[in-house]
T-cell receptor, first 113, second 111 residues
Framework: KAGVTQTPRYLIKTRGQQVTLSCSPISGHRSVSWYQQTPGQGLQFLFEYFSETQRNKGNFPGRFSGRQFSNSRSEMNVSTLELGDSALYLC????????????FGSGTRLTVV | GQQLNQSPQSMFIQEGEDVSMNCTSSSIFNTWLWYKQDPGEGPVLLIALYKAGELTSNGRLTAQFGITRKDSFLNISASIPSDVGIYFCAESGGSNYKLTFGKGTLLTVNP
């Protein structure tokens, strides 16, 4: 069974640009979550999607947005990039029912210069 | 919001030693999760705990859900070099559909 796949693995962008990150969950998982990881703030929740609906959103500015497609694949977008957006962005998926075992992808390392 | 206090922040041990780390919270939790993260990778779920007092093992790893539902610990026995990494506790937030993580414990094992 393939794991959670995130693309690209590494990305370098310039301040002011926008970026789109992609996540393909484990087959059959309909819940997809996004997290930002930085040395200073640790792992912070961005948002969670289920069946194309956002069910929860973390405390991030509106520049951070996401969506989920009918095949459960998800994208997140960050507009008007700032230096502080440099981070490891992690996607996680989990089954609709049963245990709470979120499975994480390897992440996208975003560097804003 | 909920905050998880994880300690210690870092540990440097010799191969073969046992390790213990813990998490506490001011809130009552329904689920405790323990993850390990290797450099450049995403966290990997080690153990999930679902009820107070539950003690669960996964190889050399043992974790317990505190009876007050406000704490959990993770023990690693007979550590080996591949145990190196950052260990995180997390709670699943019930119906909030999100994980709240502790700040992590950086474990270094000296061969």
């Amino acid at each position: 069974k393939a794991g959670v796949t995130q693309t690209p693995r590494y990305l370098i962008k310039t301040r002011g640009q926008q970026v789109t990150l992609s996540c393909s969950p484990i087959s059959g998982h309909r819940s997809v979550s996004w997290y930002q990881q930085t040395p200073g703030q640790g792992l912070q929740f961005l948002f969670e999607y289920f069946s194309e609906t956002q069910r929860n959103k973390g405390n991030f500015p509106g520049r951070f947005s996401g969506r989920q497609f009918s095949n459960s694949r998800s994208e997140m977008n960050v507009s008007t990039l700032e230096l502080g957006d440099s981070a490891l962005y992690l996607c996680a998926s989990r089954p609709s029912t049963g245990n709470y075992g979120y499975t994480f992808g390897s992440g996208t390392r975003l560097t804003v210069v | 919001g909920q905050q998880l206090n994880q300690s210690p922040q870092s540990m440097f041990i010799q191969e073969g030693e046992d390790v213990s780390m813990n998490c506490t919270s001011s809130s009552i939790f329904n689920t405790w999760l323990w993850y390990k993260q290797d450099p450049g990778e995403g966290p990997v779920l080690l153990i999930a705990l679902y009820k107070a007092g539950e003690l669960t093992s996964n190889g050399r790893l043992t974790a317990q859900f505190g009876i007050t539902r406000k704490d959990s610990f993770l023990n690693i026995s007979a550590s080996i070099p591949s145990d190196v990494g950052i260990y995180f506790c997390a709670e699943s937030g019930g119906s909030n559909y999100k994980l709240t993580f502790g700040k992590g414990t950086l474990l270094t094992v000296n061969p």
